[in-house]
């Protein structure tokens, strides 16, 4: 990740923040409000008017902030080494065989437990 200096937002990058908010709330409400309309057409705007809402949030500080971000988060997933489908398979049956085994010793935990309350309270063994 690369360090940048934080930029602060000017009243301009406010202003058009809150219109892509203001964009994106319409287009919910269009939504809704469209109900009788067809479903495609009405997803197809929704989805228009948030594509629009995003290029103006984009056009902020904090926007390019968070589209350089997500850049620098896609590098970083490139790098990882990702374990292959037998490792996978056997790190699976390891956690199943653990989970398998701690559950059996909780019962045994909490059957021992029961009978010397049972025994304690006077309650039959």
């Known amino acids: 990740m690369s360090a940048q200096p934080e930029v602060e937002s000017s009243g301009m ?10 964009l994106a709330a319409a287009g919910i409400v269009g939504f809704y409000y469209f109900a009788d309309e067809s479903q495609l057409l009405r ?4 989805l228009t008017v948030l594509a629009v809402a995003a290029v103006v949030a984009l056009q ?3 926007g390019r902030g968070l589209w350089h971000f997500g ?3 896609r590098t970083e997933l ?4 990702w374990p292959s489908r037998q490792e996978t398979i056997q790190t699976t049956l390891v956690v199943l065989a653990l989970v398998l085994v ?9 059957s021992v437990l029961f009978a010397i309350i049972r025994v304690l309270i006077g309650g039959e063994a």
């Open 13 to 22: 990058d406010i202003a058009k923040l809150v219109l892509a908010g203001l």
């Open 43 to 46: 997803v197809l705007g929704l």
């Open 60 to 62: 902020t500080a904090p």
């Open 71 to 73: 850049g620098d988060a």
């Open 78 to 81: 490139r790098k990882v080494v």
């Open 102 to 110: 701690m559950g059996l010793f909780m019962w045994l935990v909490d």
